[in-house]
């Protein structure tokens, strides 16, 4: 399968599903990470243009420790506004890889980037197969499945299916701590430390699927999928 997580900023794919993602790469499967927007608001030091360029050679580390392949979608923090400049993007990045099966955020989630994140992408996964779309992009070739990722913390959030992370829960880790410039800021703005945070919340969803690690997805459904099989690792 060609599998393909998109999130709003750079570390959320890492925050919230890389385990999947690292579990998938160790299957065999093609993975591609998207970062929609730039990153370019998150830091007291850097100008948005330094800080912008730093998120994205960071980005490209962290896909790389799994042999990911990253897309850099480019808008800037707070403007993934569900517009038509934001759908074509997100419409682009879809067609690029033409993928069995999208990650994303939640429609609970409660960050705006990552709410019109969702309502972006899931509005792509259909628009993106439509000939009459006109973009630099052939068309899509299928429907593909989709699944919402965890919040952060978990709020808001119930899950339906578990992917045990216990095997590559420390290459989550590792891929984070490639966003180094958010290591920092993390701590500065939230008091918190990235790890001990990715690591807590794998051991809570561990706990909640009776294995040591974690990660929690809900799917969307839509016809025509099959419902019968289980696509994530
Ligand atoms: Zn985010």
Redesign the pocket.
């Known amino acids: 399968m060609k599998v393909l997580a998109i999130?709003?900023?750079p570390?959320?794919v890492e925050i919230l599903c890389a385990g999947t993602m690292a579990k998938f790469a160790k299957e065999g499967h093609e993975t591609y990470i998207c970062y929609l927007c730039n990153g370019d608001k998150g830091s007291a030091v850097h100008t948005s243009e330094e800080l912008a360029k730093i998120r994205r050679q960071e980005a490209y580390n962290s896909a790389k420790v799994i042999g990911a392949k990253s897309i850099w979608g480019g808008l800037a923090d707070g403007e993934a506004v569900v517009d038509v400049k934001s759908r074509a993007k997100a419409i682009d990045v879809l067609r690029q890889v033409d993928p069995d099966l999208v990650i994303t955020h939640s429609p609970g989630d409660y960050?705006s980037?990552?709410l019109n994140t969702r309502q972006l992408v899931f509005e792509a996964t259909y628009l993106a197969s439509l000939k009459l779309w006109e973009s630099d992009y052939e068309p899509s070739t299928k429907l593909p499945f989709l699944y919402y990722m965890d919040t952060l913390a978990g709020i808001n959030f119930e899950p339906q299916e578990y992917v045990d992370i216990t095997d590559t829960i420390d290459t989550k880790i590792e891929m984070m701590l490639k966003m180094e410039s958010q290591l920092g800021w993390l701590k500065d703005m939230h008091d918190c430390d990235a790890p001990e945070f990715i690591r807590a919340v794998a051991k809570f969803r561990g706990f909640q699927a009776a294995v040591p690690y974690a990660e929690a997805f809900t799917q969307q459904k839509m016809y025509p999928q099959g419902m019968t099989k289980r696509v994530l690792p």
Do not use: P, S
Request: glycine share 12%; charged share 40%.
């Open positions: 999130g709003a900023h570390d959320d960050h980037d990552h």
